[in-house]
């Protein structure tokens, strides 16, 4: 049996990226969209904070733009950061008319026509995040779910895992050009894999955070856009400005759970792990400085008292104030034993989210022709080096409604006529190999964490460099040795996103944003700084 789909769109990822771009391109045209693992399972729905715009009377674009072109260290593209902040509140009104049950009021949920609360956070000069209490990801996620779910155009294929691009070069090279065809996909309940021939290919898939020991991303998070779009040929660029969040809850069971910057904003104290605040030493904002600096301090604290974590005392904001403010955060602290109310909370920083990515314009178009990448899985240009807090979400969303409009005013260009080229299969796993991929994982993740983490070297990245090459040579022989499996899928893509990671870190020869490497600590504007492009 033929395992072929043929659709106008394929969207691969169905975080706020794919999900708005479903929504769109799905009021006219047929599009399939796979997700890995369910359709609400992503990066998306762990938003807490909220979405960056500008939607009050005292705040302007100007100050938007400024801030984060402030933030992004001189590498922003203007034009991007213009584009995506004056399509904001169009975005967010759209988010409202599909049901999205943002904030009201001051003090929490009002009635209809009271105003919706904003937030501020770190690096904005205005109050300008509109949020769904601390579950802001997760409303937009279920809205945008419920709408692709009622529309005939759109098919959901869930546990459907893409694991690679189909292009014209590798299918018959046509040499001026590469098309993409569509993707492989393995559904996880068959265990067949599917070949989706489809006009234009979405890659929505995310980012990366899973390449780091510690991480605020849930386990889906392994970069698999990414690797598949460069193992296609597209550029990447930027990979080097992966944000640490600085505070994520230490704990040996919930592994990924975020403590919101606004935590921090409320009162919350950073103390070493014998209960002393340290940050008066690394900023005069002390716990309330930029997440970078928060996040270096706090490294320099472990590595210092060799304490795993240090603890973020949010005992003084008050129990009421907490409950009412942070309700999730209390409820999860509270099933980990930690009563943030009467305990201090240990926190570590950990890879948070990636300025870098796929190359595109601003419409989401990448080097190669009728493949697009919105999300966090695409560089735009937008967050320069180091991400405006909350300026994400916008970007996926924007960028989405950008592609839809690109593709209706422009159409898909035609790709020639190519043969089908389904799957073939190899030979099987053996259980004890796959013991060796999970040995093989953990050890990415610890040099990544070791080597290329918060505070880097000359020596360490090429040590980095040279163990990503041995890894990447042994997976490779396994990979064309051995039957599909998702954790072999999955450790093969970290390790090409290691690697590109570690090339970008290499190639920066200074410190700029969220990159910082201590043989070279200067920023350097002459001449005039440039994004870091792999091809
Ligand atoms: C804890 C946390 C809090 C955050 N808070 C905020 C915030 O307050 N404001 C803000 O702006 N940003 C925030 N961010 C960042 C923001 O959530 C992400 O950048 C954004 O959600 C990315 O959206 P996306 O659609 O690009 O990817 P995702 O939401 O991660 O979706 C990726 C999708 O791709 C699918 N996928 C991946 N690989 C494959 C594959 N091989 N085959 C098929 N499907 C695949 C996944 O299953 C998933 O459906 C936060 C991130 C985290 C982790």
Redo the contacts with the bound molecule.
Sequence with gaps: MALTIHTDHLI???????LMLAHKLGQTQKVVI????S?S????????????SVLSPEDSFEKHIEDTLEAGAGLCHRDVVQAVVEAGPAAIAELISLGVDFTRGKGGKGQEGQPYHLTLEGGHSERRIIHADDL??AEVVRALGVAIRMNPNITIYEN????DLITSDKVRPIFSKNYCLGAY?YNRDSREIYEIRSHATHL????H?KVYLYT???D???G??LA?GWRAGCRVANLEFMQFHPTCLYSQKEK?F?ISEAVRGEGAILKTADGKPFMQNYHPLESLAPRDIVARAIDSEIKKSNVPYVYLDARGIGLDKIKARFPNIYKVCLSQGIDMATDMIPVVPAA??SCGGLVTDADGRTSITNLFA????ACTGLHGANRL??????E?LVIAGRVANYIAQHGIEDAPELPSTPWRSTGAIEPDELVVLTHTWDEIRRMMWNYVGIVRSDKRLQRAYAKIVAIRQELETFYWENQIDVSL?EVRNLADVAFLTIRCALKRKESRGIHFNIDYPETIDNPAPSDTVIW
């Design positions: 691969v990822g169905s975080g706020i990226a794919g796979i997700a890995k693992e359709l399972e992503n990066n998306s729905r762990y938003a807490q904070g909220g979405i960056a802001t990801g459907m895992f893409a694991i996909a929505c898939a995310g980012g955070g605020s991303n849930p889906v998070a392994t698999d856009g598949m990924t975020l948070h989210f919105i999300g966090e899985v807090a909350s300026n994400s979400l916008l996926a899928l």
